[in-house]
C-alpha cells in the first residue's frame, strides 16, 4: 500500500511562485511512476506533469511547460513540482499519484494511488 500527502499549496498573486511537495512511503520513487494531476472549480481532473521511475523521463501538458518543474528525491521519498510564473487558471486541486508502470502516463486511470490533494489558488 502507497500512502501520498501533498503540501505547500496556498495563496498567491499571478506571476507568483509555489512548489508543491508530496511525500510517499519508502521506496516509493523508485517503484512507481510519479504524476501530478489538478482539477479546477467545475473542471475535470486534468494531467499536470509527470515522471517516470527513477526519474528517467518527465512530461508536463502543453499549459505549463515551460512554467512547471517536476523532480524527485528518492532518498526524502518526495516528489515535488516547482511552479512558477503562475496564472489564475492554475488554480485548482492539486493531487500527487503514483503508478506501478516504469514510465508516466498522461491518464489519470493509469495511477493506482492518489493523495488527498492540496489547494492552489492564484489571485489575478
Known amino acids: 500500500q502507497v500512502q501520498l500527502a501533498e503540501s505547500g499549496g496556498g495563496l498567491v498573486q499571478a506571476g507568483g511562485s509555489l512548489r508543491l511537495s508530496c511525500a510517499a512511503s519508502a521506496r516509493t520513487l523508485s517503484r512507481y511512476a510519479m504524476g501530478w494531476f489538478r482539477q479546477g472549480p467545475g473542471k475535470e481532473r486534468e494531467f499536470v506533469a509527470a515522471?517516470?521511475?527513477?526519474?528517467?523521463?518527465?512530461g508536463y501538458a502543453d499549459s505549463v511547460k515551460g512554467r512547471f518543474t517536476i523532480s524527485g528525491d528518492n532518498a526524502k521519498n518526495t516528489v515535488y513540482l516547482q511552479m512558477n510564473s503562475l496564472k489564475p487558471e492554475d488554480t485548482a486541486v492539486y493531487y500527487c499519484?503514483?503508478?506501478?508502470?516504469?514510465?508516466?502516463?498522461?491518464?489519470?486511470?493509469?495511477?493506482?494511488?492518489w493523495g488527498q490533494g492540496t489547494q492552489v489558488t492564484v489571485s489575478s
Open positions: 515522471i517516470s521511475r527513477n526519474g528517467i523521463s518527465t
Open positions: 499519484a503514483a503508478d506501478p508502470k516504469l514510465y508516466y502516463s498522461q491518464y489519470g486511470r493509469e495511477y493506482d494511488y
